[in-house]
């Protein structure tokens, strides 16, 4: 069976750095592009970083440029999102997921169609 596993959620405080590792088990979405996408209580999922099946092209949403640094390393088959300068507002479940094709580059969460089942992280102020 297929799957996306995330790790490394928590609580930390303001300022602080956490980095959440996405473990797909079986290598299937190697040539996919992956993505970490959150969803904040009373709020729509959204993404918040994506790299594409190589690693040579990433987007991040406006609110964690500068913060954050989504990465890949296919003979791991892991994806790695470090956040640095937390905020409070960073607090979400956070997801990650894997495009519905090989070798596109979707950036939308219509276009994720295997998703982790979330990991948790909490920014305290």
């Known amino acids: 069976q297929v799957q996306l596993v995330e790790s490394g959620g928590g609580l930390v405080q303001a300022g602080g750095s956490l980095r959440l590792s996405c473990a797909d088990s079986g290598g299937t979405f190697s040539m996919h592009t992956k993505g970490w996408l959150r969803q904040a209580p009373g709020k729509e999922r959204e993404t918040v970083a994506a790299i594409n099946w190589n690693g040579g092209d990433t987007y991040y949403i406006n609110s964690v440029k500068g913060r954050f640094t989504i990465s890949r390393d296919n003979a791991k088959n892991t994806m790695y999102l470090q956040m640095n300068s937390l905020k409070p507002e960073d607090t979400a479940v956070y997801f990650c997921?894997?495009?519905?094709?090989?070798?596109?580059?979707?950036?939308?969460?219509?276009?994720?169609?295997?998703w982790g089942q979330g990991t948790q992280v909490t920014v305290s102020s």
């Open positions: 997921a894997a495009d519905v094709a090989p070798f596109r580059f979707g950036t939308t969460p219509r276009d994720f169609g295997s």
